[in-house]
């Protein structure tokens, strides 16, 4: 134990700033959306992740987030387990057509008002993938997407622009 | 119709060869003698259309319900875009094994899990805590992969091949243009071999970093799950700087890689080394040492080594119980052809010994890269790729940080290519967990789980 708490004491906080705020890219991300998140959510955000399809690449850098450098939870936002509990719906990949109806469940078991980001390229375009007998391509053909957040895979420093985008007004 | 079949013993590749009709392709069924066959005939039965007689298992595995029984997508007369129904219902009347008994009931997970993961099926029988049965239903990620590689160039190819698996993204792209190089008879300059390994063996690292703080966090030690998260994110941040991108993605091209380093740089790697060794020895020192971590991983996920070697598991799956298979070692590419490997194996066989097998796989590899960047060589990073690539074909054989992964790679007659099958080591992983996992508590399935960590997309495909 004493081994333990010498580390962490050592250590100290490795947590670093938020991100600077680049007022173009919160335009791209609709202020509208980030108006009715903080006026509805006040400023707590639950995220049920699902992978549709994607490589998990995106998985890794989501996961990330959680890490003591990005510590997603101190601005109010932390993942849950179940849709019932979640207002925005985190989608990563392309949709795969044997995951389409349980992503379509998922979005349906959330509480309204409920919002969706399309993580990483794939999400966002169909990217590597797009369109085909196995997969619906881009989130947006599947569900209506609220946020953007492109990458292969993109950075947790851009994941949390993305997410703050709708936490802030 | 051509099918091949790919056998290891010793360290040597045997491919075989069967020519059927493609009329009504038809092949007996080896899944009695190499239970991990299975899946593979499955798999090809649902995208090619071939029946295999006397197979123990005639239930479709990679079909859900995307296209019909009639229908093979990876023939050649079957359209890209399908005829995919809309929405594609859910694949809800899978046929699960049933197992009767008095207490026994059945838990359904998945395909959507609770934490930040893969989607697939998993079905428990259970009676009270006790697993008596998983069975495992995938094919929820399968995105068309060996379809869409049909027709792509070397570069999109290596493209595609470093997003079978996103986590094995270089072991993949390695393997692939292995295969597209050796196919094409394209010489790989000595340096490019070099770091490519630097690459893998850095993918490693990061992998085994991740999983070694997931599997402590699954039984509530989230102290080692912290400090191996910081750890991995320093990696991976050395990653971006040098490599331009944090998991290596595209690094890896037809003929080489697409980007040199600095000698400045060789110098910040090796601190960085020195660094990370001197981290993990007081870690490690401290995670072995701790009575509630040794009683939720000490036997626990228990994988006999009969079980391991009967799958074919490689890696620190195989490793662990006993398996000392590396393809590094046994059946060496360069450039690790030019040193002697030291392969750590225990006999542990349980969630502890697949955790410090990543402990000693680590040590090991920081190990390897300081030679390796001590002794590497000069000239440039990428050959030449042939202009005259037409109708030939190659394997390669790499090993990832999950262990064996294997590719097949046919170019048509306009070096195009017609065929690309990417063999993850998880194919063997998955099948093992169904049988490390009997007799343990429902509540120990998330650490076994992660103890093997098999690829979902990697196989799913």
């Given at each position: 134990m004493l081994r333990i708490l010498n580390?962490?004491?050592?250590?100290?906080?490795?947590?670093?700033?938020?991100?600077?705020?680049?007022?173009?890219?919160?335009?791209?991300?609709?202020?509208?959306?980030?108006?009715?998140?903080?006026?509805?959510?006040?400023?707590?955000?639950a995220i049920r992740a699902v992978d549709a399809g994607s490589c998990n690449a995106c998985e890794l850098e989501i996961h990330a987030l959680n890490n003591p450098y990005h510590d997603i939870e101190r601005f109010g936002v932390?993942?849950?387990?179940?849709?019932?509990?979640?207002?925005?719906?985190?989608?990563?990949?392309?949709?795969?057509?044997h995951?389409?109806?349980?992503?379509?469940?998922?979005?349906?078991?959330?509480?309204?008002?409920?919002?969706?980001?399309?993580?990483?390229?794939?999400?966002?375009?169909?990217?590597?993938?797009?369109?085909?007998?196995?997969?619906?391509?881009?989130?947006?053909?599947?569900?209506?997407?609220?946020?953007?957040?492109?990458?292969?895979p993109p950075a947790p420093i851009h994941l949390l622009q993305g997410i703050l985008a709708l936490l802030r007004a | 119709m051509r099918v091949f079949s790919c056998l290891e013993g010793a360290g040597d590749y045997l491919v075989l060869e069967a020519l059927l009709r493609t009329a009504a392709p038809e092949l007996p069924s080896q899944s009695s003698v190499y239970p991990v066959a299975d899946r593979f005939e499955r798999h090809t039965r649902d995208l090619l259309g071939i029946a295999y007689t006397d197979a123990p298992d005639t239930r479709r595995w990679l079909r859900h319900q995307a296209w019909d029984e009639g229908a093979f997508p990876l023939r050649h007369d079957y359209p890209v875009a399908g005829r995919p129904p809309e929405p594609t219902p859910a694949d809800g009347a899978y046929p699960f094994r049933k197992v009767a008994g008095s207490g026994v009931y059945e838990i359904p997970v998945g395909p959507v899990h609770a934490g930040i993961i893969e989607p697939g099926h998993f079905r428990f029988s259970a009676v009270g805590e006790e697993i008596l049965s998983l069975e495992e239903h995938l094919g929820y990620v399968h995105k068309g992969v060996e379809k869409l590689a049909v027709g792509r160039d070397p570069v999109a190819l290596a493209r595609l091949a470093g997003r079978v698996s996103g986590d094995t993204t270089v072991g993949h792209a390695w393997a692939a243009c292995m295969a597209m190089e050796r196919a094409a008879g394209c010489e790989v300059p000595a340096r490019a071999n070099e770091l490519r390994a630097l690459l893998c063996e850095r993918e490693r690292v990061a992998n085994h970093l991740g999983d070694i703080g997931a599997i402590c966090n699954d039984v509530g030690f989230s102290f080692a799950h912290y400090q191996c998260a910081r750890l991995r994110e320093c990696w991976q941040r050395r990653?971006?700087?040098?490599?331009g991108h944090r998991?290596?993605?595209?690094?890896?091209?037809?003929?080489?890689?697409?980007?040199?380093?600095?000698?400045?740089?060789?110098?910040?790697?090796?601190?960085?080394?020195?660094?990370?060794?001197?981290?993990?020895?007081?870690?490690?020192?401290?995670?072995?040492?701790?009575?509630?971590?040794?009683?939720?991983?000490?036997?626990?996920?228990?994988?006999?080594?009969?079980?391991?070697?009967?799958?074919?598991?490689?890696?620190?799956?195989?490793?662990?119980?006993?398996?000392?298979?590396?393809?590094?070692?046994?059946?060496?590419?360069?450039?690790?052809?030019?040193?002697?490997?030291?392969?750590?194996?225990?006999?542990?066989?349980?969630?502890?010994?697949?955790?410090?097998?990543?402990?000693?796989?680590?040590?090991?590899?920081?190990?390897?890269?300081?030679?390796?960047?001590?002794?590497?060589?000069?000239?440039?990073?990428?050959?030449?790729?042939?202009?005259?690539?037409?109708?030939?074909?190659?394997?390669?054989?790499?090993?990832?940080?999950?262990?064996?992964?294997?590719?097949?790679?046919?170019?048509?007659?306009?070096?195009?290519?017609?065929?690309?099958?990417?063999?993850?080591?998880?194919?063997?992983?998955?099948?093992?967990?169904?049988?490390?996992?009997?007799?343990?508590?429902?509540?120990?399935f998330p650490v076994c789980n992660k103890s093997v960590n098999g690829s979902y997309s990697g196989t799913d495909l």
């Open positions: 580390k962490t004491i050592r250590l100290g906080v490795l947590t670093e700033a938020r991100p600077g705020s680049d007022n173009a890219e919160l335009e791209r991300l609709g202020i509208a959306v980030k108006r009715r998140v903080t006026r509805r959510f006040s400023g707590s955000l932390h993942f849950v387990a179940s849709p019932r509990h979640a207002d925005v719906l985190l989608v990563t990949g392309p949709v795969s057509r995951m389409q109806t349980a992503l379509i469940r998922t979005f349906e078991a959330m509480p309204a008002p409920r919002f969706v980001i399309a993580a990483g390229t794939c999400a966002c375009t169909g990217g590597e993938f797009g369109v085909s007998y196995a997969s619906c391509g881009a989130v947006g053909n599947v569900l209506p997407v609220d946020v953007e957040i492109p990458g292969c | 990653n971006a700087l040098l490599f998991l290596l993605m595209d690094c890896i091209v037809p003929g080489g890689i697409c980007r040199d380093i600095q000698q400045a740089a060789i110098a910040g790697l090796l601190s960085e080394y020195a660094t990370l060794r001197a981290e993990l020895t007081s870690l490690f020192d401290l995670l072995q040492d701790i009575p509630a971590l040794q009683d939720r991983l000490l036997t626990t996920g228990w994988l006999s080594p009969e079980d391991a070697r009967e799958l074919g598991c490689t890696g620190y799956v195989g490793k662990a119980s006993g398996h000392a298979f590396d393809v590094r070692a046994n059946h060496p590419y360069p450039p690790y052809d030019r040193f002697d490997i030291a392969i750590p194996v225990l006999e542990g066989c349980d969630v502890m010994a697949r955790m410090q097998l990543r402990m000693r796989e680590i040590e090991a590899s920081l190990k390897w890269m300081e030679h390796l960047l001590g002794d590497l060589s000069d000239g440039p990073v990428a050959g030449a790729w042939p202009g005259d690539v037409a109708s030939v074909q190659g394997m390669g054989f790499v090993d990832g940080w999950r262990g064996e992964i294997m590719v097949y790679l046919r170019f048509d007659g306009n070096g195009r290519v017609a065929r690309y099958f990417p063999c993850d080591p998880s194919w063997h992983h998955w099948p093992a967990l169904e049988r490390l996992i009997e007799g343990n508590i429902v509540p120990d």
